[in-house]
């Protein structure tokens, strides 16, 4: 019976899972991520020959950054120094099937959808390095924002305007506090951060009106720390013309983006 490949490349390393056709994560594979491009093709062509499945229908690689879909090519990234790589093509070469490429924080969000049935929009944010994310409604990626980069939204802070992810992410937060988020225990810090969260939040709400929003990442995975403190930041911003929804943490960590890797390849 034939496998679907699942491959979420991150800045540090990469995980390779294998799917039953019922779904199942049947083996995992990591590797740290190297930074040069040819080499991770290399490291990339050795994992694959030492899974235990021999047989895939087919791949889906997740990717930080910006994805030309039509073309397969990944054009920037985040913590790589890679640009405009053929990543579709050079994987065909590798398996011989069909493979897409994807966005790993909208991969994500598809994966956390999933995991909701009851709702028929989700926005999904990801406050990780950066800060991303992505709309899903009735259970697919909605094709009118696969380019949306919330984390670049310009905002005033501070007298200036930034970046939402200069001032909220979890970079700008060890930046400001020496401390990474699940190394936060005072109130009042995280008080500050979640209404930096909620300043840029609120924007990406009234844009996608979400029926629920569910936030990731290594900043989110803190949500018991600070989801309360957020939901009533969002609801000073309230009124008769802007709903705030549910707000929830994702229920899945590492696997989010390779469960969504799965759900896309069966779309």
Not at 124 to 142: C, P, R
Request: with cysteine; aromatic share 8%; hydrophobic share 40%.
């Amino acid at each position: 019976m034939s496998s679907i490949l699942a491959i979420d490349v991150g800045g540090t390393k990469t995980l390779l899972a294998s799917f039953s056709a019922k779904g199942e994560v049947v083996e995992k594979l990591k590797f740290p991520t190297p930074t040069d491009y040819s080499e991770f093709v290399s490291e990339l062509t050795k994992a694959v020959a030492s899974l235990a499945t021999k047989k895939f229908e087919k791949c889906v690689i997740a990717m930080p950054g910006t994805i030309d879909r039509k073309a397969g090519i990944a054009l920037e990234f985040g913590n790589l120094p890679w640009h405009d790589i053929p990543i579709v093509s050079d994987l065909q070469a590798i398996l011989d099937i069909p493979v897409r490429v994807e966005n790993d924080a909208k991969l994500a969000g598809l994966s956390e959808a999933h995991l909701l049935p009851n709702y028929r929009k989700v926005l999904y944010v990801t406050v990780s390095t950066g800060i991303g994310g992505g709309l899903v409604i009735n259970g697919k990626l909605d094709p009118n924002s696969l380019e949306a980069e919330y984390g670049h939204m310009l905002l005033e802070h501070e007298g200036k305007l930034q970046r939402w992810e200069h001032f909220a992410s979890g970079k700008a937060i060890v930046e400001k506090y020496g401390l990474r988020a699940s190394d936060i225990t005072d109130q009042g810090t995280w008080y500050a951060i979640s209404r930096n969260i909620a300043i840029g939040l609120i924007d990406v709400i009234a844009a996608t009106t979400p029926d629920v929003i569910v936030i990731g990442g290594g900043v989110g995975s803190n949500f018991g720390k600070f989801g309360e403190k957020l939901t009533a930041e969002l609801k000073l911003y309230e009124d008769n013309l802007l709903h705030v929804p549910p707000v929830f943490g994702a229920k899945r960590a590492e696997e989010a983006v390779i469960y969504g890797c799965y759900i896309l390849a069966n779309q």
